[in-house]
Nanobody
């Protein structure tokens, strides 16, 4: 069973930045799709960004131009650099992953098989 461990969440003022990290436990395979979703109580999990092994990435409309997803295949780690944060970015952020060889990034949460425990991001106004 692949495990994902997220880190980097916290409290930040509007306009500030945070970087989230997600490390996978499986070092024998790196053909992973990896992505970030976020969720607030009472709402569905929202796609934030995803990246495949080649580096091709996709972003949700609400974060385009502010967030950057990247990955270090050697470390089996994906990062989410969040800039110009807004109060509406407040949510629990989840890292997702799955074995994947297609050349596109799914933006629906059912496209991901493994999930981290989530990390809270709070943006104060």
């Amino acid at each position: 069973q692949v495990q994902l461990v997220e880190s980097g969440g916290g409290l930040v003022q509007a306009g500030g930045s945070l970087r989230l990290s997600c490390a996978t436990s499986d070092i024998t395979s790196s053909i992973y799709l990896m992505g970030w979703f976020r969720q607030v109580p009472g709402k569905e999990r929202e796609f934030v960004a995803g990246i495949i092994r080649s580096g091709t990435s996709t972003y949700g409309d609400s974060v385009k131009g502010r967030f950057i997803i990247s990955r270090d295949n050697a470390k089996n780690t994906v990062y989410l650099q969040m800039n110009s944060l807004k109060p509406e970015d407040t949510a629990v952020y989840y890292c997702g992953a799955r074995e994947w060889t297609a050349q596109f990034v799914p933006t629906y949460y059912t496209g991901y098989k493994y999930w981290g425990q989530g990390t809270q991001v709070t943006v104060s106004s």
